[in-house]
């Protein structure tokens, strides 16, 4: 500061070329030296003069450059403090948030005194014993189930319906698009899970052979560490019937030829394995796999879940829709007793015009266990809980990552439903005790405890365990794909489907019961975080609790007929679930020839039969 203020008091030069030392980018330094001094002191001698002190036009603008950039560097190092800063707050809001739930819901709800929050407790059962003798003497008339489905709505039919030119579509599509009429070379995949999601596999399948121009060897099932079924495909699917009804679109053979065989020494595992990005496009499939493909000849992808995205173009969607409600036929063993439970139910129904309710009830123990939700069991359930998750998962449930908080995953509706709860829900709807219900499930847990109260309120309580003989049932015993096919088929055609928790099961049937009955899918699908709340209410009355399963009825109707807009290829929902519009021209050109497989035969000459 002090050689600012001395500088500014020194006498002015008059010389003219002193304008030249006072400009923007002199950086504090001068280059001028007074010829006179009032100072007595002896001056040092003047130092040689320094070449162009004046810095040029370029070099101005190389350090205004580089002020600048400086500039830019503290302003971003700036933004970039006041991110972390603002950051952090945003990291702290929802441990916060967090820790307000487990002081409310969690174990220290009770240490600090806080009352349960509605619907974190179960007490289904207790309302189930207080609310019993008002249920049996409830004289309100019954809800029949021939009308229990009132909504309605047309479904639209694109014209020119695009199964009629399908064919033609694909044999100028290889042409044109392929660059070749003959194949890419052959596809083989691993499908993997359970029967439904094993089903997804193969109509994914189906449609990236169909844009891939490839020969698609029958697909392979793994053994699933959970199901713990090695049926392969022949097992469970009819491999004729598949191969026959693809024909045209795509085609399907049992085994790779020799030649290839020869190629990995007759073992496909010994086949590279192309592992594939989850809902991998189309443009993925023709940019990355399909060169592959061309190069090799053969390609195998495994696993093949959740492995092509839903949007696609209306021709490879139409592959899905053939592959899921035409050409994937139950084998003859399980189609056959499938059909004889769907003619015994009908039979057990004569009270209601041989009409049932089926109710996928996935209360099993590794459910029960997996979902980590509290019941009525007490401390000796938890211990066994936690023993069995250990067994099962080997430390998923342990990890330091994971919190679980049972009272707030019932409150977010992700307990299953007990079968007390299921049967509270349908006869606040006014399904009364001379309806039949079918139960789809495995074994349920503590099914003597549990199934009291539901058979308590409905009488006609079957399974297939009770509808087929233990010869009929021993070929299939252990094996979880085929008793799954069993109650998908039963469930199928029931006139009314509950579902009680997720999973590609209902996904599955919903979308199957949509495709066959013009669009509705005649599903109950309880709001959950609804009905926990008013099944712990110990105040609430019988009537007030069916005014709102009435309420829930209807929603459950009107989402039931529920059509996605699709425009183009921007489809967000699953076509397994919701088939229509893209598969509606396929149901209405085949009607009666879908009706007419896995049991719908016995169904249909039943209704005639009544009419």
């Known amino acids: 500061m002090a050689a600012h203020i001395a500088t500014a008091m020194k006498p002015k030069n008059n010389n003219s070329n002193s304008n030249n030392n006072s400009n923007c980018c002199s950086n504090g330094y001068r280059s001028d030296v007074s010829n006179g001094s009032d100072n007595n002191s002896p001056s040092p001698p003047p130092s040689p003069p320094k070449p162009r002190l004046t810095p040029s036009l370029s070099q101005c603008r190389r350090r205004l450059r580089s002020k600048t950039k400086s500039f830019v560097r503290r302003e971003n190092l700036g933004s970039g403090l006041n991110f972390r800063r603002n950051l952090r707050y945003l990291l702290l809001l929802p441990l916060l948030y967090i820790s307000g739930l487990l002081m409310c819901v969690g174990p220290f709800s009770g240490f600090w005194g806080y009352a349960s929050v509605p619907g ?40 020119p319906c695009p199964n009629s030119t399908a064919r033609n579509h694909f044999s100028m599509y ?46 392979r099932f793994e053994l699933n560490s959970v199901w713990r079924d090695p049926s392969q495909f022949r097992d469970i699917y009819d491999e004729e019937h598949f191969i026959n009804n693809l024909k045209g679109y795509v085609n399907v053979v049992r085994e790779l030829p020799e030649a290839l065989m020869e190629r990995y020494d007759q073992n496909i595992s010994n086949i590279p394995n192309f592992r594939v990005q989850a809902w991998a496009t189309v443009n993925y499939y023709l940019g990355v796999v399909l060169p ?14 959740n492995r092509l995205t839903m949007n696609v173009p209306s021709h490879i969607q139409l592959l899905r829709c053939i592959t899921n409600y035409k050409a994937l036929k139950l084998s003859p063993p399980i189609s056959s007793l499938a059909e004889k439970l769907v003619s015994r139910m009908i039979e057990r129904s ?11 009830l996935r209360f099993e123990q590794d459910m029960v266990a997996f979902s980590c939700c509290v019941y009525d069991g007490g401390e000796a359930e938890k211990l066994k809980m936690d023993s069995f998750r250990e067994q099962e998962w080997k430390g998923k449930f342990k990890r330091k990552d ?62 297939k365990e009770s509808l087929a003989t233990p010869d009929e049932l021993a070929p299939f015993e252990g094996y979880s794909s085929k008793l799954a096919a ?30 066959l009955f013009n669009g509705h899918s005649k599903t109950i699908k309880p709001d959950k975080r609804k009905l926990v709340v008013l099944l712990q209410d110990m105040d609430i009355s019988w009537k007030a609790f069916k005014d709102e399963m009435e309420v829930m009825l209807a929603e459950s109707d009107r989402k039931g007929m529920m059509v996605p807009r699709v425009k183009k290829f921007n489809r967000k929902t699953s076509i397994y679930t919701y088939p229509l519009p893209e598969c509606a021209c396929l149901q209405s050109s085949n009607n009666s020839t879908f009706r007419l497989t896995e049991g719908a035969n016995v169904l249909n000459s039943h209704h005639e039969s009544t009419r």
């Open 350 to 360: 004569s009270m209601t015009g041989g009409k049932y309710v089926s109710v996928h």
């Open 486 to 515: 069993l109650d998908y088929t039963v469930s199928l055609f029931s006139e009314v489907f509950v579902t009680t928790q997720g999973g590609n099961f209902p996904q599955f049937l919903m979308g199957h019961r949509r495709f």
């Open 292 to 305: 592959i493909l061309r190069d090799q000849g053969v390609i195998r992808i495994a696993p093949f879940a």
């Open 402 to 463: 994971r919190v679980i908080v049972p009272a707030l995953n019932r409150i977010e509706g992700k307990c299953p439903l007990t079968p007390v709860e299921v049967g509270l829900m349908l006869r606040g709807m006014g399904f009364d005790n001379n309806i039949s219900i079918y139960i789809a499930s495995g074994k349920i847990y503590q099914a003597e405890k549990h199934l009291a109260p539901l058979l308590e309120m409905f009488p006609l309580l079957y399974t």
């Open 120 to 159: 974190s407790v179960y007490r289904s059962y207790e309302n189930f014993q207080r609310l019993w003798d008002d249920i049996r003497f409830d004289n309100s008339s019954a809800l029949q189930l021939s009308s229990v489905w009132k909504y309605k709505r047309r479904v639209k039919v694109q014209k």
């Open 174 to 219: 290889r042409t044109s698009i392929m660059e070749s009429s003959g194949s890419s070379g052959y596809l083989i995949v691993d499908a993997n899970g359970g029967l439904n999601q094993q089903r997804s596999a193969i109509c994914n399948a189906v449609a990236v052979a169909g844009l891939l121009n490839a020969i698609l060897v029958i697909p």
